[in-house]
């Protein structure tokens, strides 16, 4: 291929495709990948995370169920309620906001 601008262009066309063929390949290849969980508990947690910052502290996993059972997370098995997921846990007790927010999401992770 000749050193000149019609051949320029050519290559340059030539990779502009060759990265669009890699593009939508790559897209394919993770077409099957579930979705990652999100780093920001607001997002996860939805209306619940707002709700745990209002809430009285120290309290317990039945309290926590007792008042926000119902609140729907986002799980990486797709939506479950507070009290679904803390089902496992038995009477245990929360200083804080955080600390029941890790806790929930401790469990969410699993």
Not at 10 to 17: F, G, M, T, V, Y
Not at 19 to 47: I, K, S
Not at 81 to 107: H, K, N, Y
């Amino acid at each position: 291929m000749a050193d000149d601008k019609q051949g320029r262009d050519k290559q340059a066309d030539d990779e502009e495709r060759r990265q669009r063929e890699r593009e939508v390949e790559e897209a394919r290849t993770r077409a099957d990948e579930t979705e990652p969980m999100h780093d920001d508990p607001g997002e996860q947690l939805g209306e619940l995370d707002e709700a745990l910052e209002t809430h009285d502290y120290p309290t317990t996993t039945d309290e926590l169920i007792e008042t926000y059972g119902d609140y729907e997370i986002e799980t990486q098995d797709g939506q479950k309620s507070l009290e679904e997921v803390l089902a496992p846990t038995d009477g245990q007790t929360f200083d804080s906001a955080d600390d029941a927010r890790s806790r929930i999401q401790g469990l969410v992770h699993r």
